[in-house]
């Protein structure tokens, strides 16, 4: 029997990357087919220059918008239901995804549901769910991020918290992904440096999750490689000086590239990070930033060599140990906490995360099994800031 490979793979969609180019909107609409576009963004962004800029193109181009914009920073249900409610009563065509992972998300799922009959949670990320749902009645969506992170922009799925539950569940259908992106630098010029500092930690986790992945997808850990290259020489640029629009555009790369990369899977950084992030609130690339050194020390037996390939890759001397010291000097210079306690969380709910992260969607991809024990090793080992306690 031969031991060829076989895969199935499916990869991202049309980007316009460059300064400037939020100027074509009005035809990238036109280019998805949208006319009457509902523009989704979160409640912050809502009263930012860029989001009345953004708006002002669409009209002047004869592009009637509204804006829906009741959206948490961790997106709920609630936030769906009203967004498929604006999109019906405006009698929209089509989606403008505008701002960062929760934005985007929503506004991805708004596109989805508005013409479908069936529930939300129908339609999670779970076997062949998605092919439970009308796909011709999907609307279009262009996607425009204004932060370089989740790479939301060029994914298939949006991560919405269920309140009932406070768990966060991944719904996803292949023609959920954004028919054009428009990635301008120019709109992350705004963002503070800690929120620069915990997308850009996100990216870096997608990519070196999704590289560490034990499946097999030679394409995804090349374009995960080279977007932990952007990440470690943009990332100290971008937050140290906001309008350095080089290292923007790389980080804003780096972001989609984490995005196309991480569907080869991801792990325990994100499996952790889920619970956290859903019951207390906490910026989800900044925890994905906390737990990531401590993962990496846990994973280690399973991955020392893939890492050592990196390290020489990225030009880091000293293996596995010089890229460990490399993320947390990382870590350092752009101001993400050490340990759990620099987010303000506590042991209480310590059992109830370790539940929480095993069953999350992404602790499959994990080289070294997860199990509830082990969960809880590692929570523990982040709360106490105690490294060698993570392996």
């Not at 590239?257 to 569907?263: E, K, L, N, R, T």
């Not at 952790?272 to 994973?299: D, E, K, Q, R, W």
Request: proline share 7%.
């Amino acid at each position: 029997m031969s031991n060829a490979p076989t895969a199935n793979w499916s990869y991202p969609t049309a980007v316009r990357l460059g300064p400037g180019r939020i100027k074509e909107l009005a035809e990238a609409c036109r280019a998805a087919g949208i006319s009457r576009p509902l523009l989704v963004t979160d409640a912050g962004l809502a009263k930012l220059p860029i989001t009345e800029m953004t708006l002002g193109l669409l009209e002047k181009a004869g592009l009637p918008a509204a804006m829906f914009a009741d959206v948490q920073p961790n997106p709920v249900d609630a936030n769906v239901e009203a967004g498929i409610a604006a999109f019906r009563a405006g009698h929209h065509d089509g989606v403008v995804a505008f701002g960062g992972g929760s934005g985007l998300d929503t506004g991805k799922v708004i596109a989805f549901m508005a013409g479908q009959t069936r529930p939300l949670w129908d339609f999670e990320d779970i076997g062949d769910w998605w092919t439970r749902a009308d796909a011709d009645a999907i609307a279009p969506v262009v996607a425009v991020p204004t932060t370089a992170g989740t790479g939301s922009e060029v994914g298939r799925a949006g991560v919405i918290t269920q309140e009932a539950t406070h768990t966060k569940k991944v719904i996803f259908h292949p023609r959920m992904m954004p028919r054009v992106v428009i990635c301008d630098p120019e709109l992350t010029v705004g963002m503070p440096p800690a929120i620069t500092a915990g997308t850009g930690m996100d990216a870096l986790a997608h990519c070196l999750e999704a590289y560490c992945a034990p499946s097999y997808h030679p394409m995804a850990d090349g374009i995960a490689v080279e977007g932990m290259r952007l990440v470690f020489e943009n990332l100290p640029k971008a937050v140290k000086n906001g309008n350095d629009l080089e290292a923007r555009a790389h980080m804003m790369s780096a972001a989609a590239m984490g995005a196309a990369a991480f569907q080869k899977g991801l792990g325990a950084i994100h499996a952790l990070s889920h619970p956290v992030g859903a019951l207390y609130h906490t910026h989800h690339g900044t925890t994905n930033g906390v737990f990531m050194p401590y993962v990496l020390v846990f994973n280690r037996p399973a991955i020392e060599a893939k890492i050592e390939r990196l390290a020489g890759y990225l030009g880091i001397d000293g293996g596995f140990d010089g890229f460990l010291d490399a993320v947390l000097a990382l870590r350092m210079a752009t101001g993400t906490p050490n340990d759990l306690s620099g987010l303000k969380i506590d042991g209480g709910k310590a059992e109830v995360i370790a539940e929480m992260a095993v069953v999350d969607p992404t602790a499959g991809g994990n080289p070294i099994p997860l199990t509830k024990e082990l969960s809880r090793k590692l929570f523990d080992a982040a709360l106490s800031g105690n490294l060698a306690a993570a392996a």
